[in-house]
């Protein structure tokens, strides 16, 4: 009887799997496609269905133009705390980074409006920014903050943590926060920044955050890199 053999993508898989764990990838950039294509004397349609497989896992990545890439460890992320970006990448021993790509102030509009419960007409500073961990983009956020609440706010330096400035420069603190996650697929806009092809999968986390009137002050979107992040929770069994 013939010894039933794994795919060909699925040995290519299993050697680069390995090749990453022994560190063979020194600089962390892999070969070319046409390299390793070479090597494992296969298609390139093989090739990529390894990739892809190992991408899924968490192992590579590949940036847009760039090439594939050995994967850092993922930052574990806990969405229940109240530790900023800065604070909880720090903790985990690596490198932040925080990058305003714009910050304006305009009218909620209607979409907005409605998410947020305000009015229109309502002011609203609108920030979009870039996140890095040890120089990889890995998340852009959408954040729109209720103007009256924390007048002045684009004054003052943001490319820093904001749960910070808020509390050291205005005395605010949200006093709760509504959480939901999906996993969704980047438009050319939020891919272009995380250097990815439009297309490409993500984690979608939208956090709306509450005063402690009741009101909603802050709806933030944000679009992390899938392979970049590990959501990490605590759950307590009761008797």
Not at 18 to 25: H, K, L, P, R, S
Not at 31 to 37: F, G, M, N, T, V
Not at 227 to 238: N, R
Request: glycine share 4%; proline share 7%; with cysteine.
């Amino acid at each position: 009887m013939p010894v039933n053999q794994s795919p060909q993508y699925l040995r290519i898989r299993d050697q680069l799997a390995v090749d990453i764990a022994q560190g063979v990838f020194a600089t962390n950039k892999l070969p070319s496609e046409r390299e390793l294509a070479e090597r494992f004397a296969c298609t390139r349609v093989t090739l990529r269905e390894a990739l892809q497989q190992l991408e899924v896992e968490g192992l590579v990545y590949r940036e847009n133009r760039r090439g594939w890439f050995v994967a850092p460890p993922r930052i574990r992320y806990n969405p229940t705390r109240t530790t900023g970006f800065m604070e909880y990448v720090t903790a985990q021993g690596r490198v932040p980074r925080t990058e305003t790509l714009l910050a304006e102030c305009r009218p909620a509009g209607t979409w907005l409006a409605q998410r947020m419960a305000v009015a229109e007409s309502d002011l609203v500073f609108f920030l979009q920014r870039r996140r890095w961990v040890d120089e990889r983009p890995v998340l852009i956020e959408l954040i729109a903050l209720d103007a009256s609440w924390c007048p002045g706010l684009l004054e003052h330096d943001l490319d820093t943590s904001l749960m910070n400035l808020l509390r050291e420069r205005f005395d605010l603190v949200p006093a709760r926060c509504q959480l939901a996650m999906h996993p969704t697929a980047l438009s050319a806009a939020q891919a272009e920044p995380l250097q990815l092809a439009p297309g490409s999968p993500a984690l979608y986390l939208e956090r709306l955050s509450f005063a402690r009137d009741g009101r909603a002050v802050e709806f933030d979107q944000e679009f992390w890199r899938p392979d970049a992040l590990e959501i990490e929770l605590e759950a307590i069994y009761s008797d």
